[in-house]
């Protein structure tokens, strides 16, 4: 290559170098430029929901060391530094702070006191006690706005008061009940610990009650005056959840005298999880969390939620959230008769000894397909009610015969750190309809594949053998007169597989909202839509914490 060449392409290279490097001086400008128009939009959108509403009170507090403009609205309150001008005469623009008087669960005037004073004291100013979002947690935080006036403090704490009153779905006097026993006996400590501290700091009173067996919230919850409080509390496990929602909508039942119809209870539902997987706790709020769950209830979040009456021969057997059959069922038997193994070890040694005796149930299926969501469903839940009985006998109920390893029904998505998406993750807690997963018979390697995929994001029905259905009711009824025991698959070198005959009277194991209910007949299992209402919101998936080792 000659070296006129030589020059030529050194040129051409400098020349792209440089036109690269004002391109990306170019597009670092205009980066810059974007993002500060961005933020003067911002800017402009604050600027205008202030203006939009009537500023209540304004003043200068100091945030840290620097002292700031606050302006507070019916709805928010917001703080802007006060900052000098710069030498150019060019003011700094800084982003005001914003916080949300919904996620404001309590104020307080601060004081200087002196060891062992319990009263009085200087004032220094207020503090705002509020809710922050981490993911799906809800975090307490501290706003502290510092004024030496107590004038001027009483003036803002007064009037913060007043705004917080506003919030008519928030609680000030709830029923409490602690269960002691459920999984780790750790209920009343988290309770002590995490629970009351904020509703104290929220003003609510508390009326408790720990239960000392199983049906001692159902007896308290028919005898006590409820219009006396404003929500009802449950401090326990999925049983304690569940007993509790039964004992509700029976009690709105008795007081409206309606013995035949489920009616929806007055007062909402707050659930702090204390049990082993917090199945309707995580549903509602994603996480397995008391303090999230706490947070829920003095912010006064509701979510109207679906439930299901379990009947039996025209007999109400509970109302509940969801229902297992077949292996479900199974497995929960079995860990009932180990309930002397800590909680994780009991549900691994249940689910593998019901695997290893896996054997399906001769059944007849029925289910009544959902209409198509409403979108106000509230509007019409009595109508829906109302026409339960007539919609039984419509025939448009489809009916399978076959062996099943598993029958599902859930009403709710069912969210645990097991399964992040849920047992159900295509229903939700208010459509008005339940889930109908069918597990047909299948080989003992592709359901063990069929299980593990619930910890993962998907999949877990796209198998040959499993169906699902979106219903608003479903009939199971058991064919054969062969029930299900336990005595010799206890043994461990006892390969027999053949079932037991059934006695008349036997029952099968039926899982209900992780209770063990046996019933020898069939099932008639009905949707209610929104029939309960619980302190929470609508997640899409669980915060996953564990994994399941037992497979």
């Not at 600027?47 to 500023?55: D, G, K, N």
């Not at 019409?380 to 062996?403: F, I, K, M, P, V």
Request: charged share 25%.
């Amino acid at each position: 290559m000659s070296e006129p060449e030589e020059e030529l392409q050194g040129e051409q290279r400098d020349s792209s170098k440089k036109k690269k490097k004002r391109k990306e001086k170019r597009s670092g400008k205009k980066k810059k430029q974007e993002k500060r128009e961005q933020e003067e939009e911002e800017e402009q959108v604050v600027e205008e929901e202030e203006q939009s509403e009537c500023v209540v009170l304004r003043g200068i507090f100091k945030l840290g060391k620097k002292s700031h403009d606050v302006l507070l609205t019916r709805t928010r309150l917001t703080w802007t530094p006060i900052t000098p001008e710069n030498p150019t005469g060019e003011a700094c623009v800084l982003q005001p702070g914003v916080v949300l008087l919904q996620d404001v669960f309590a104020v307080k005037v601060k004081r200087r006191r002196a060891a062992g004073q319990q009263s009085g004291g200087a004032v220094l100013g207020v503090a705002l006690f509020c809710s922050r979002r981490r993911g799906k947690r809800l975090e307490e935080d501290t706003l502290h706005l510092h004024n030496a006036s107590a004038e001027h403090t009483n003036t803002w704490y007064n009037t913060l008061k007043e705004l917080l009153t506003g919030f008519s779905s928030r609680p000030r006097y709830l029923k409490v009940f602690i269960n002691p026993s459920s999984h780790k006996k750790e209920a009343v400590h988290i309770y002590r610990e995490h629970v009351a501290p904020l509703f104290k700091m929220a003003d609510v009173r508390t009326d408790i009650t720990v239960t000392e067996r199983k049906g001692h919230a159902l007896s308290v919850m028919k005898e006590c005056k409820l219009d006396e409080y404003d929500g009802v509390v449950c401090v326990g496990g999925d049983g304690s959840v569940a007993e509790l929602c039964h004992a509700m909508v029976l009690r709105a039942q008795l007081d409206a005298d309606s013995p035949e119809k489920p009616v929806k209870p007055v007062l909402p539902l707050g659930i702090i999880p204390a049990g082993s997987t917090d199945v309707v706790s995580c549903s509602v709020h994603g996480v397995r969390d008391p303090v999230t769950a706490a947070l829920h209830i003095v912010l006064g979040h509701l979510q109207q939620v679906d439930m299901c009456s379990f009947s039996s021969l025209g007999q109400l057997v509970r109302f509940g959230f969801s229902a297992m059959f077949g292996f479900g069922g199974q497995s929960l038997a079995r860990a009932e008769k180990k309930r002397w193994m800590r909680s994780s070890r009991r549900r691994e040694y249940a689910l593998v000894k019901t695997l290893a005796r896996l054997r399906p149930e001769d059944c007849q299926l029925s289910f009544l397909p959902a209409k198509k969501p409403n979108r106000n469903l509230s509007e019409h839940r009595d109508q829906d009610q109302d026409q339960d009985a007539e919609s039984e006998g419509e025939g448009s109920w489809t009916t399978n015969q076959g062996l099943y390893l598993s029958i599902s029904i859930m009403s709710i998505p069912c969210l645990s750190p097991h399964t992040p998406q849920g047992l159900a993750p295509n229903t939700r807690l208010a459509n008005g309809s339940a889930a109908l997963i069918a597990v047909g018979n299948t080989s003992r390697s592709e359901f063990i594949k069929h299980l593990k995929r619930y910890s993962s994001s998907s999949g877990q029905f796209s198998f040959s053998f499993v169906e699902t259905h979106t219903v608003s009711a479903v009939r199971v009824r058991p064919r054969s007169m062969v029930g299900w025991s336990e005595e010799e698959s206890d043994e461990e070198g006892d390969s027999k597989t053949s079932p037991i005959i059934q006695s008349e009277g036997a029952a099968f194991p039926w899982n209900i909202d992780g209770e063990l209910v046996e019933i020898a007949n069939e099932v008639l299992v009905r949707v209610h839509p929104q029939l309960i209402t619980l302190y929470g919101e609508e997640v899409d998936e669980a915060e996953s914490t564990a994994s399941c080792s037992c497979i």
